[in-house]
Each structure stands twice: as structure tokens, then as C-alpha cells.
């Protein structure tokens, strides 16, 4: 039985349908009938709800259905291993116990049937030290006997087994002889054979019961004992809680509610007004809590009952205290605090104030996110790639001189990622995605673009094999039709339609006038119809001329790409395409710019040129269909498979790391507690605490030291010698033998001080207690375990970054706003954070460098923003705000409103104040705030790798200078007009000053180059396609060399192979491409 919070599924019963032909849903699995469909899709929501535990695997986190299916396989796995000798036994065993815990019911089973064996049970018999197998016939079980010390003899059994080796019967022998195979009686096999035949209620004290259908298979009696049951389980609790009550001191304060006559006998605990006729049974009272004026006003009342109701005579009831004695407070609710005459008497009921109800609970969070109060916070500002924002900007010049619509910015990423993701398959170098857009804007005849070239061939390579590898075309087309059966299908048409028949001659009729007129109207409009079909089905362009002796197929196996080869091959596959229902008018519409009906003789040159013109929207929308294409190729699905497998062994890798460092931690515990142990008799003593003395002659100082050199120097008069008669040191000549003198005690003094010094901390040292070998020893340990937790550490994190390169299969999203805005970025998976490290822009230092922000859905739209009018209003009376005008509110003026727009984020400080405005609060913003998180560094180093890339922090220092000349300018207006004190004319040097002038030169340089630009440097022109020229020898665009002659020298060969190679890249290869 399937549990769900540790009890068993309840099944809803079949309700009554009293009409036959009403539609119901039906669930098999539990044979519940539904007559609503919402019903029915609340009950399948609570089955598929992951919280179901299976009861014979124990299994948890399982949705209804699977833990059902695992119960099933499970219970028929215990029904066949478990022996069927000891079925009957142990469910016999099991029935009425009242064990709570199923751990302790299994041990208690265990350890009473494992050396107790039963009839056909398959047992091994140890006879003469020879082990034989065979199955028990007989059983007799002896009880235990009183021996004549007083002890009692276990019980014992004697067996009788049939051996299967010999073809006969041994016995009787004991249970020592006897054993069981290990594996057919365990623990975990019994726990499961009693999960699956055994159930109990959910009460406290519930017997184990047998199920109903297994008990009558075994002959198992199901007659409950009358103890066990519910009902007089709850009786005897309730009387064990009233004699508790009856036990308590203040329970002999009963009311009365009428007279009690004299000799009326009264039960336990209840008194007659003149006094109690039976006492009851005097506890010793527990320890109370009470201040001892309660406990002195008991003592008085327990004092007054054994006076048989007579007021002690230090108390009196009517007039108070006795004089001299101290005043007992009655106990509240005591019937002898009020004269006998009114004990009889209920109180009159006392009324208070109904409470309050109590305040609703704090919201358990996360919530959901429009639930969430608005906290007045508005989120940075979006930018958009496109020259049609969904909303209006001011003062914004769109960028790409406004050429890119919205409608193309979701192809141009979706195609960018799929060109990095799976660039080695394509053989392309990774480039970063503003080169992309540049590219795809910029190529044309007069400027040629490798990046745009080398992405179209390298894509239609991928379409068809070479003939070197046989040719096959790797995605389905669809058939074109014949020419032939086209024009027949038009003459059959023609021929079937019917010509007018002549009028009549004869006389004329009203009625068959009327009937002409209106076959002539027929006639007219079925005219004026074919006309219009035939205006549809003319050509709209001629794809079918260009194409009529060209097999683009062929020409793809041949690799002709050059002069327009590759550009003729696209106009092939699109008008084989167009027969597709799904891609027809988007091939028609390219192909009605790329071949139009204005073109007179369509060519090779022809369409060449007009590739070259094409509005980059079209560009788009064309690679991104051919991109689409390669999804169906074996050779992404064959690198899908590999990634797979090696994400695989990635995570087998990453367990056994996390499992050492696990281990590594562990002992390192055990290390620090060790530490612990010996670290009192490993530590260094304090330093005793010394003045400070005179290193000359001991007297204590207070840190100021003598200078003898001064004293010294008045005995001579502070002179410097000067004249021969006096020695080098200062000294006269005659006073030369007496300072020697004196500097050979100080020598002796000075010498004899630092012997002693040397003692002294020799002594110190010495009583240094030495670390011992084994704290040494553990602090070893302790390093070592510490760098054995970095190596796996650093480890693990290279295999995170392995699995995240190797994700490949899908765009893995950061997650959703309360709007359900959706945020990618685009290096998260499937590539390495700044491109493959080998190519020829990794300089850049950054892959696409931006977070993007998409719309929500239709669904999502439609069922959380622009709600019904009636779920609007309870959101109004809620939050006093409708949700589209929170979300105007609080996105700042620019937001994105389909799944078809795109704005984003490039700035660094714009992260910070993204997860400033997200809310932790709510569902969606509080995964994607932690995945932002998670990535923050990353994502503000690759802002800041391509602002740097771009130049964008050089035109934002060109604008801060501008603006700082202005506002010098105006600084030296203001100089001008205030009057200066006369000074000599000296060059500036302030920086200010400098500053300007330069500006000013600056600004004059620039007005004299306007009058001859140069030609602007782009930068998708510095990549160069370095993969195909390592790994094929050539540019995808170019024809591959012919294959050179076995007998060519080597000197031929390197010439041959300087001619086909291109010039080299700006930037040199490290080696081969990174793991993915």
C-alpha cells in the first residue's frame, strides 16, 4: 500500500451516477471514477506530486504511480524469496503485537525464528563433519523442564529431515545440526515480507494486523481481542486520566447541587454539608510550586477535614481570625469558604469578553512571486539590439544604424549559440557575438568578410558528406514535383471545364432568358476566379530557371563553394525547402529577394550580387533555417552522444572525488581532536615578565639610554683632534696608556656580560618543554589532510567546469522574474567562458558578454499578467494595483512584453542593481537570483572584457573629457571677467589649463581630418578561421588541394603547402581546443 505522509492512500469512493450515459474519467491504476474533469486533474496533480514512499523498498520522493509500480515488483520479489515454509509462523507471530516500532518487531522475529526451522523448509544438515542438503519432515517441540536445583531448561525441538543426496530420512536430531541458507532468512528480506502482508491503524498502542486476504490463505484468526481495540483502548485511558484527577489534593472540592441527607452514604471524594461520611485515601502531596501562603491555606483545609468539618480553633469562620493568629486564605473554588448556608448554592456564571481571533500566520516564503508586497523598487534600465523597441525611448540612437529588427534578434542569438556550442563540429574558431552581428551587417562585394563566408559553408558541409566520404545527404527533403505532371494536371483542367453552349434560336422565354443570364453570370465569375488563381499561382520569382540545369546537390558534394557558389547552393536548398508546409513562406520570401521576378536572365553573378546586397534581417532568417537543419544530422547527434557519455563519466569522477574529500574531512576531525589532546603538554611557557635593565651596569632604567659618548666628549672639551700630539681617538698623548687601561675593562665587562646573556637563554631554552614526536606527527597529518582536501577541491571544481562545457543538448536559462521575464547568459553551458581559448579572437577575453532578458510567453502571459477582469480585481483589492501597471511601475519604462523580444544588460553596476530589485521572497526570483550569484564574477569580467574589447570605456572617458571642457571653458569665461592682479606672463602649467588647451588642439585636429576620412577598422575582419586551416588544411570557402604525388619531395610538398594556406592569424594558437 502506498504511503503519502506515512499513511496509506485513501482511495475517493465511486460515486452514484444514476444516468448511464454521462461522461466520467476513469484512473486504472486505482479504479477511481470522476464525474468533473477538474476533479479529475486535481487527483492526477496530488498522484503525480513527488511525496509518495513506496512501503516494501521504503523508497521516498516518488510520485504515486511509480511508488505503486516499485510496490508491485517489489512484493513479487519478497513473495518469491521469501521461504513459504515460514509464511504461516511468522505471520502467526506478527498478528496482535503491539510494538510500535517495525525495526523492533523485526529483531524480536529475527532472533526467534532464525535457529527455529519448519516443515518443508530447505535446510542443510551437518552429519559426520559432511554437509547435506534436504528439507525437514517432521518437527516435535519439547517444552522446557524444572531441574532439581530449581532452574528451568530451555525448551528444545527434534527434527526429521528427508536428505535429497541420499534418497533418505535422518533424525531426530537437534537445531545445532540445522542451518538455513544466509540469504533466504535476513533481516532486510523479513522487514519486507512484513511490510507487504502486515498493516496498522494510525493510534498509539495499535496492534500489527495481518491482511485479510493473506490471514485467510494461511488460516490466520482476525478476531481482534476486546483490549486491543480502539474503543476500549480509549475507555481505559480515559479512566486512568480520571483517577489521576480523583488522586490531585484539589479535587475534593466538589459542588453540590441540592441537600444531601445524614445518613445518605456519599462516594469517594464527595461530602454531605454537615461533613464527609467516607474520607478518602490521604496522599502524600508532590512537590508544588506554590507560595507557601497556598500551601498554609491547605494545610488549614486538609486540617478542617480531619476535624470531621470542625473549625480549628484558630479560625473562625464567621469572625474572622482569633486574635493572635495569622488569617489562611480559603483555596479558590473550595465549597467550606462560604457559610453553610450558601455551600449549597452554585456560584452565579461569570460572562468575559470572547477573545479575539487570533492574527492570520506570517506567510511562509517563498511564495509565490506577484504575491510578493512590492517593495518600491524599479529595475535597471533594459537596452535593446534592434531599431523597433517595444516600448519608446528617448534620446537613444539605435545601434547598427537602425538596419536590425526585433523579429531577427531572437535568430541572431539562437544562431550564434549553436555555432559556438557545436564548433567543432562545424571546424569553425569561436567568435564573439558583436563580430557576429558585424558580420553578418558588413559582408558585401566590396568588402568580403571570411567570418560570414566560412559560417554558410561550414554550415552546408555539415548538410551533405563530400564525395570523399561518399556523398550522402544527411537531413530529409522534401520531393520536388515534376514539370510534366504539372502541365498535364493544367491541360486536364482546362479540358474539363465546359464551354457556354450557343443561345438558342428559338422563340425565347421568360424562363430560359432568366436561365441564360444566369449561366452567363457563372460564366464571369468562374473567369474571373481562374484569373485570380492563376495571378497566385504565378511565379514570384525565378528560382525554377537559375536551378533548371544546376543540381545543388552535386555541387555541395564537390564543395564549389567560390564566386558564387556557395550563394547558388542556398537558393537550391530553399526552393526544395519551400515544398516544406512548415518553411514555405519563409523560403518563398527569400528566395523572392534573392532570385526576384525582375531579373531578366538569372545567374550565378546574379545572385551572388544580390546575396551580397541582402538586408541583414534575411540574412538572418536564412542561416538560422539552415542552422535549424543541422539538428538532424548524425554528426550534432553523434557529439550530443559523446557529451552525454562524458558528462557521464565526469559525474562517476566527481562522486569518487567528493567521496575523498568526505574521507579527508573525516580524518582531519579525528586530527584536530587529536591535536587537542596533546596540545596542553605541547605549549611553549609564557615569557616571564622583566624591567628592563642597563645593559652597562644593571641599574633598572626606563627605557632611556646614557650617552656616554657625550660624557666622554667633555673630558676633552667637545674638540676634535686636530694636532699630532693627539691620538686618533681623541685622547692627548700623555693621557694614551691610562685609556688603554680602561678600554681593556670595559672589553672584559662587555665580554662578561654576553656570557652571561648566552646562560641565560641557554636556561631559558632548556626549560622550553620540547614538542613531543607524535604532536609533531599529527601536525604532519594535519598539513598533509589539508592539502589532499585542496586537491580535491580544486578537483572538483575543474570537473563542474567540465560538465558545464559538455552541456550541450539545450540553453540552460538563469531562470524567471515575477513577470516571468526569462534570463540567459549565453556562456553558462555547452562552451568555455570566453570561447575556445585557441581561436583567434580569445583575446577578446569574452564570448557574448551580456545578460539577456526574453519576454514571457503567450501561456504565461495570459495566466499571470493579463489576467481575466475578475482575477484582476481581486488583485486590485489586494495590492491596490493591477499587474500590468506593476509591471510598467516597477521594469522602469523598459520592458519586453512576447517571447519575441529581447533587451539586455551590459554594464557591470547594472548586475548589482538586477539582484538588488530581485526579491528572494519569491519562487522564480529566488533561483534566479542565486544563479545569478553563482556567476556574478564571471558575468561582470566579461562586461568588462568586452567594454574594453569594444571601446566603450574610451568613448565613455572621450564624454567625461568633453564634459569637463565645457565646464572649463565656462570656468575661463568666468576668469575673464574678474579683474586680475598684474603678473608676469609665465606658460600654464596647472593641468586644468593644460587640459584645455590640448582639447582645443585636439578639436582643431579632428575638424581638419573630417575634410579626408579614413576608412573605419572593423573588427570581424581580424578573425581568421584557424580550426579549418590546423585540422583540413584549408578555408571552408576554398577548394581543397589537389592530392599530391607519393614521389613529391619534401621541399615540393612544403611549397605546395604554402601556396594553399592563407596568411596566418594576428594571434597564435596554443594548441589543440580545450575539453568540451
Not at 469578553?353 to 487570533?358: G, H, L, N, R, Y
Not at 564566386?563 to 514555405?584: A, C, F, P, T, Y
Request: charged share 30%.
Amino acid at each position: 500500500m502506498v504511503l503519502f505522509k506515512r499513511k496509506p492512500v485513501q482511495f475517493i469512493p465511486v460515486p452514484n451516477i444514476e444516468d448511464e450515459s454521462q461522461e466520467v474519467w476513469h484512473i486504472p491504476q486505482t479504479g477511481e471514477i470522476f464525474v468533473t474533469y477538474e476533479d479529475y486533474l486535481n487527483r492526477m496533480d496530488f498522484y503525480n506530486q513527488k511525496r509518495f514512499i513506496c512501503t516494501i523498498t521504503g523508497h521516498s520522493g516518488l510520485t504515486f504511480f511509480e511508488a505503486l509500480s516499485s510496490e508491485t515488483a517489489g512484493a513479487a520479489e519478497v513473495e518469491q524469496a521469501f521461504p513459504e515454509a515460514l509464511k504461516g509462523p511468522v505471520l502467526r507471530r506478527v498478528q496482535f503485537q503491539t510494538v510500535s516500532r517495525i525495526d523492533t518487531l523485526v529483531d524480536q522475529v529475527y532472533d526467534e525464528f532464525k535457529n527455529d526451522y519448519y516443515p518443508g523448509e530447505t535446510v542443510t544438515v551437518s552429519i559426520d563433519s559432511e554437509k547435506l542438503h534436504g528439507v525437514v519432515r517432521d518437527k516435535t517441540r519439547f517444552g522446557g523442564t524444572v531441574l532439581p536445583d530449581g532452574s528451568t531448561a530451555p525448551p528444545y525441538s527434534r527434527y526429521f529431515v528427508s536428505l535429497k543426496e541420499r534418497q533418505e530420512e535422518v533424525g531426530p536430531i537437534n537445531d545445532s545440526q540445522i542451518s538455513r541458507d544466509r540469504k533466504v532468512f535476513t533481516k532486510s528480506v523479513l522487514r519486507s515480507f512484513i511490510k507487504k502482508t502486515v498493516t496498522r491503524e494510525a493510534w498509539n498502542g495499535a496492534p500489527w494486523l495481518v491482511k485479510t486476504d493473506i490471514a485467510e490463505r494461511y488460516h490466520i484468526d482476525t478476531r481482534i481481542p476486546p483490549h486491543l481495540r480502539y474503543d476500549n483502548k480509549l475507555l481505559e485511558r480515559k479512566q486512568i486520566q480520571a483517577q489521576k484527577r480523583m488522586a490531585q489534593p484539589g479535587a475534593m472540592g466538589t459542588e453540590f447541587h441540592g441537600h444531601t441527607s445524614h445518613n445518605t452514604p456519599t462516594s469517594p471524594g464527595q461530602f454531605s454539608p454537615t461533613g464527609p461520611v467516607r474520607l478518602p485515601e490521604l496522599k502524600p502531596a508532590p512537590k508544588s510550586h506554590k507560595s507557601k501562603a497556598q500551601q498554609a491555606a491547605q494545610a488549614a483545609a486538609q486540617e478542617a477535614r480531619q476535624n470531621g468539618g470542625a473549625v480549628s480553633r484558630k479560625h473562625n469562620l464567621f469572625n474572622g481570625p482569633e486574635p493572635g493568629g495569622f488569617m489562611h486564605l480559603p483555596l479558590p473554588g473550595n465549597p467550606f469558604q462560604f457559610p453553610l448556608s450558601y455551600r449549597s448554592h452554585t456560584l452565579p456564571p461569570i460572562y468575559s469578553a470572547p477573545e479575539p481571533p487570533p492574527p492570520p500566520p506570517p506567510p511562509k516564503y517563498p511564495i509565490e512571486d506577484l504575491q510578493v508586497e512590492s517593495r518600491g523598487l524599479v529595475r535597471p534600465q533594459l537596452k535593446y539590439l534592434c531599431a523597433d523597441p517595444p516600448v519608446e525611448l528617448e534620446n537613444v540612437k539605435p545601434p547598427f544604424d537602425g538596419k536590425i529588427l526585433m523579429k531577427s534578434v531572437g535568430p541572431l542569438l539562437e544562431t550564434w549559440d549553436t555555432l559556438n556550442v557545436y564548433c567543432e563540429i562545424f571546424k569553425l574558431d569561436s567568435f564573439t557575438f558583436d563580430d557576429f552581428v558585424e558580420a553578418m551587417q558588413l559582408a558585401s562585394e566590396e568588402m568580403p568578410v571570411q567570418l560570414f563566408n566560412e559560417i554558410h559553408c561550414a554550415v552546408l558541409k555539415i548538410l551533405v558528406s563530400s564525395e570523399a566520404e561518399g556523398g550522402k545527404v544527411q537531413i530529409q527533403l522534401p520531393e520536388l514535383e515534376e514539370e510534366e505532371e504539372e502541365e498535364e494536371e493544367v491541360d486536364d483542367s482546362a479540358a474539363a471545364t465546359p464551354e457556354p453552349e450557343s443561345l438558342p434560336t428559338a422563340r425565347a422565354t421568360r424562363s430560359s432568358l432568366a436561365k441564360m443570364e444566369a449561366e452567363r453570370l457563372a460564366a464571369e465569375a468562374a473567369a474571373a476566379e481562374r484569373e485570380m488563381q492563376e495571378a497566385e499561382d504565378a511565379p514570384k520569382h525565378r528560382a525554377e530557371e537559375v536551378l533548371k540545369d544546376y543540381d545543388w546537390i552535386e555541387h555541395l558534394r564537390k564543395r564549389d563553394f567560390k564566386d558564387g557558389g556557395w550563394e547558388l547552393i542556398m537558393v537550391g536548398l530553399l526552393h526544395q525547402l519551400s515544398k516544406n508546409e512548415r518553411l514555405n513562406a519563409s523560403c518563398e520570401e527569400l528566395l523572392e529577394q534573392l532570385v526576384p521576378v525582375e531579373d531578366e536572365e538569372p545567374s550565378r553573378e546574379t545572385v551572388r550580387a544580390r546575396y551580397a546586397s541582402l538586408d541583414v534581417n534575411y540574412r538572418v532568417q536564412a542561416l538560422q533555417i539552415i542552422c535549424m537543419l543541422t539538428a538532424e544530422t548524425k554528426a550534432i547527434r553523434g557529439y550530443m552522444e559523446d557529451c552525454s557519455e562524458q558528462m557521464t563519466a565526469y559525474r562517476k569522477e566527481k562522486i569518487e572525488w567528493q567521496r575523498k574529500r568526505k574521507q579527508a574531512v573525516e580524518d582531519l576531525k579525528n586530527l584536530n581532536d587529536q591535536r587537542k589532546i596533546l596540545l596542553p603538554d605541547n605549549m611553549p611557557p609564557s615569557p616571564p615578565l622583566e624591567a628592563k635593565t642597563n645593559g652597562v651596569n644593571g641599574t633598572h632604567t626606563n627605557g632611556d639610554v646614557k650617552m656616554t659618548d657625550v660624557d666622554e666628549m667633555s673630558l676633552t672639551g667637545g674638540e676634535i683632534p686636530d694636532s699630532e700630539n693627539e691620538d686618533g681617538d681623541g685622547t692627548p698623548a700623555g693621557l694614551r696608556n691610562l685609556r688603554r687601561g680602561n678600554d681593556r675593562a670595559a672589553e672584559r665587562k662587555r665580554k662578561e656580560e654576553e656570557k652571561k646573556a648566552r646562560a641565560e637563554a641557554a636556561a631559558a631554552a632548556a626549560k622550553v618543554p620540547k614538542q613531543s614526536k607524535a604532536f609533531l606527527k599529527v601536525l604532519k597529518d594535519i598539513q598533509k589532510k589539508e592539502d589532499e582536501i585542496a586537491e580535491c577541491e580544486k578537483e572538483i571544481a575543474i570537473i563542474d567546469n567540465d560538465l558545464r562545457e559538455a552541456d550541450c543538448p539545450r540553453t540552460r536559462v538563469l531562470g524567471k522574474d515575477r513577470f516571468w521575464n526569462r534570463y540567459y547568459w549565453f556562456e553558462r553551458n555547452g562552451m568555455p567562458y570566453g570561447g575556445l581559448p585557441d581561436s583567434s579572437t580569445a583575446h577578446a577575453g569574452y564570448a557574448n558578454g551580456c545578460i539577456w532578458v526574453q519576454g514571457p510567453d503567450e501561456l504565461e502571459r495570459e495566466g499571470y499578467i493579463d489576467m481575466k477582469e475578475e482575477w484582476q480585481n481581486e488583485y486590485v483589492a489586494k495590492f491596490g494595483i493591477t499587474v500590468p501597471e506593476r509591471k510598467k511601475k516597477e521594469e522602469g519604462g523598459t520592458s519586453v512584453f512576447k517571447a519575441t523580444q529581447w533587451g539586455f544588460y551590459e554594464r557591470a553596476e547594472d548586475v548589482d542593481k538586477l539582484l538588488e530589485w530581485l526579491d528572494p521572497r519569491g519562487q522564480n526570483e529566488i533561483k534566479l537570483r542565486k544563479e545569478i550569484v553563482n556567476y556574478r564574477d564571471r558575468i561582470q569580467k566579461g562586461m568588462e572584457s568586452r567594454k574594453t574589447y569594444l571601446g566603450l570605456d574610451k568613448v565613455a572617458e572621450e564624454e567625461e573629457k568633453k564634459k569637463e571642457g565645457e565646464n572649463g571653458d565656462a570656468m575661463e569665461g568666468v576668469e575673464a571677467t574678474t579683474p586680475a592682479v598684474e603678473e608676469p606672463v609665465v606658460q600654464p602649467t596647472t593641468k586644468g589649463r593644460g587640459k584645455r588647451n590640448t582639447r582645443g588642439q585636439n578639436s582643431r585636429a579632428a575638424t581638419t581630418r573630417q575634410a579626408t576620412p579614413e576608412p573605419p577598422a572593423y573588427r570581424c575582419l581580424a578573425w581568421v578561421n584557424t580550426t579549418a586551416i590546423e585540422e583540413i588544411g584549408h578555408l571552408h570557402g576554398d577548394q581543397p588541394p589537389p592530392a599530391r604525388n607519393r614521389k613529391q619531395s619534401k621541399k615540393k610538398q612544403e611549397a605546395a603547402k604554402e601556396e594553399v594556406e592563407v596568411a596566418p592569424a594576428p594571434t597564435t594558437r596554443s594548441g589543440k581546443k580545450g575539453k568540451k
